[in-house]
């Protein structure tokens, strides 16, 4: 079974600054996606930004940026100059590329920013 | 405006009693699911849908049902037989079953006293 890990339950970062929050994954497979979807105080589920694991090349949207290790399983989300609306829960996320396509979620990390 | 609706945002029930949670969408998207979010937790899947009148069980389906007779519309009932069915519960839905990225309704708390 897959499974998503992110080892930081709380980050905070000042404004302007940049903050990486972490994810770990489990699996077998050659070929799945990953997510990063953000979660503000209304709960309405975001999506950040998206990796294929087939691409070398690290997805990249505005400020928000990844470093996608696929050797090690590793999915770290980072976020440059950061703002007051970025504070928010992040949940890292996996989908398989073939057969059943839910997401398998992490439990998540609560980004505060510091003004 | 495309997009999911969910409704109510707040819903209130008696133990023992079935509640139904709505949610629709418009966005043309054949697949949709249902997770629930449960405190320090990430999302679990329920229930999906890759078609209409065609749907499987997730990962905690028990104590759940659904339907999908037409293809904006993915009900999801609490049985009383959810034996912890407070929680915030999120519909999603994609494309297709292999789309690859899922687009998530404003959510229903719901809380079974």
């Known amino acids: 079974a897959q499974t998503v890990t992110q080892s930081q339950p709380e980050m905070s970062v000042q404004e302007a600054e940049t903050v990486t929050l972490s994810c770990t994954y489990d699996?077998?497979?050659?070929?799945?996606?990953l997510f990063w979807y953000k979660q503000p105080p209304s709960r309405q589920m975001i999506l950040v930004i998206r990796q294929e694991a087939y691409k070398q090349q690290n997805a990249t949207e505005n400020r928000f940026s990844v470093n996608f290790q696929k050797a090690a399983k590793s999915f770290s989300l980072k976020i440059s100059d950061s703002q007051l609306g970025d504070a928010a829960m992040y949940f890292c996320a996996y989908r398989r590329e073939i057969g059943a396509n839910n997401l398998f979620f992490g439990t998540g990390t609560r980004l505060t920013v510091i003004p | 405006d495309g997009g999911i609706t969910q409704s109510p945002k707040y819903l209130f029930r008696k133990e023992g009693q079935n509640v139904t949670l709505s949610c629709e969408q418009n966005l043309n998207h054949d697949a949709m699911y249902w997770y629930r979010q449960d405190p320090g937790q990430g999302l679990r899947l329920i229930y999906y849908s890759q078609i209409v009148n065609d749907f499987q069980k997730g990962d905690i389906a028990e104590g759940y049902s659904v339907s999908r007779e037409k293809k904006e519309s993915f009900p999801l009932t609490v049985t009383s037989a959810q034996k912890n069915p407070t929680a915030f519960y999120l519909c999603?839905?994609?494309?297709?079953?292999?789309?690859?990225?899922?687009?998530f309704g404003p959510g229903t708390r719901l809380t079974v006293t």
């Open positions: 699996t077998s497979e050659s070929d799945y996606y």
């Open positions: 999603a839905s994609s494309i297709t079953h292999r789309g690859r990225e899922q687009y």
